[in-house]
């Protein structure tokens, strides 16, 4: 657990925002020998990463696979800090007892999507930065299902998704899962870590030769500041800039959050059910939830919902998702159903507003990788603002590793920036403590 500091009055660099990029951007800072602070608006840790505990189980609200696990830093992280890393295959590829895919239908669904991926590269290969949409099959009867995929990838329909950029995504097709949680993964690493919480930041003043940010704890000066806040926030002007910066507040709109959701569920009989293993609700529309049954062979339903679907539920809270899901259970496996599920934990990012949604998805005609939304997001200002997230990572948007990442290359350029040789220092691999 990490304990709050008292707000400094001045330092070298300030991190907005205690999520994957800012903890990674502050212990690269600390081994660096650099004076840091991380301020983050909420009374936790982790931001988007989040682990809660429900019924002894470590519950993920927000990201909770390792994916590119044979690229991702965070796995060796994981393992230095005795971590339980799960290589269970996930669940995707298939439907549970073929209820509503047969076998036949299952593959057909899969060499849709692959056709639909090549077609997608070809335009993009083109250069054509246009709605990934445009390259479905015309009345295809794969084509709502391949939405309801992209809710889960994207958190939005594909309509609202550039061909550059989700082409530009580099899955390795390696997953893991951390059986603890992966928000408590994201939390461990960042325990020594200096963190100001219930510090929203509501203004940066650069306007002088030391910036000046204004926070709910007080004011703070800095050399230099990285920002890792969700890009739905930066559009949304939670936070106002002195002079503005009307191309980082553009950037950002054109890289907005779409969202996902998570609801958790128990369910009696579990023995029911083959132990990870997966349901669609329905097969002919994007308004249908995955569903990952006994996930870690626990007695639990994950229910996963993205885009527009999502943001309906959201308006309903947990009583919606719950109502959706075991609605589309009881058409699958009967009605009584129903009776058998007891939700336990739900997420709303969508309404959380430090968050204001899941994770970035780029606007067709902002997909170029050398001028579009997220290489904008990426530029330096004045070189004493930087920006990292998962929405500026080009090949790993939409994960805690990308944010990781990219917080650790935004302290890089603060360093350099501040005259300091970054290669004098390493972070150490076995910081984290599960426990802790």
Not at 382 to 388: C, L, M, T
Not at 393 to 419: D, N, P
Request: proline share 5%; with cysteine.
């Amino acid at each position: 657990m990490t304990a709050s500091i008292r707000l400094p009055s001045s330092i070298d660099v300030a991190v907005i925002g205690a999520g994957a990029a800012g903890l990674a951007a502050g212990r690269r800072l600390a081994a660096a020998g650099v004076d840091c602070v991380v301020l983050e608006a909420r009374d936790r840790i982790g931001g988007r990463a989040h682990t809660v505990e429900r019924d002894g189980f470590g519950l993920d609200m927000g990201c909770g696979w390792l994916h590119s696990a044979d690229a991702n830093p965070l796995v060796g992280l994981a393992q230095a800090a005795r971590f339980t890393v799960d290589d269970t295959p996930p669940p995707w590829q298939q439907q549970a007892f073929d209820l509503g895919l047969s076998r036949a239908e299952q593959a057909q669904l899969g060499e849709a999507f692959e056709a639909f991926g090549a077609r997608v590269a070809e335009a993009a290969a083109a250069g054509q930065d246009r709605p990934a949409s445009d390259l479905f099959v015309a009345g295809e009867r794969w084509n709502g299902l391949i939405d309801a995929i992209s809710g889960a990838l994207n958190g939005a329909t594909f309509a609202e998704v550039s061909t550059l950029d989700y082409d530009a995504y580099a899955d390795t097709g390696a997953n893991l899962r951390v059986v603890e949680g992966y928000g408590t993964l994201v939390a461990a690493l960042g325990h020594a870590v200096p963190v100001v919480l219930n510090a929203p930041v509501s203004r940066i003043d650069r306007r002088g030769p030391v910036i000046k940010i204004e926070t709910a704890r007080g004011m703070i000066e800095a050399k230099a500041v990285i920002l890792t806040l969700p890009t739905s926030v930066l559009a949304g002007e939670a936070v106002r800039f002195d002079p503005p910066l009307p191309d980082l507040i553009e950037a950002a709109a054109g890289a907005p959050l779409g969202l996902a959701s998570k609801l958790h569920m128990t369910v009696d009989g579990a023995e029911d059910f083959p132990i990870d293993s997966q349901l669609w609700g329905r097969t002919d529309t994007a308004q249908t939830g995955g569903y990952h049954l006994r996930p870690f062979g626990r007695p639990m339903i994950e229910a996963y919902f993205g885009g527009d679907l999502a943001w309906g539920l959201e308006v309903g809270g947990e009583a919606a998702f719950l109502d959706f899901a075991a609605s589309e259970l009881s058409d699958l496996l009967g009605s009584s159903f129903r009776r058998r599920i007891r939700p336990v934990a739900t997420s709303l990012w969508g309404a959380d507003v430090f968050a204001r949604g899941a994770y970035s998805h780029v606007l067709p005609g902002q997909g170029d990788p050398d001028s579009g939304a997220r290489a904008r997001l990426a530029r330096p200002v004045e070189d004493r603002i930087f920006v990292a997230g998962e929405a500026t990572s080009k090949a790993f948007y939409g994960t805690a590793h990308g944010a990781w990442a990219e917080g650790e290359r935004a302290a890089v350029e603060a360093i350099v920036a501040l005259g300091v040789d970054p290669r004098l220092s390493s972070v150490p691999e076995d910081d984290g403590d599960r426990g802790g």
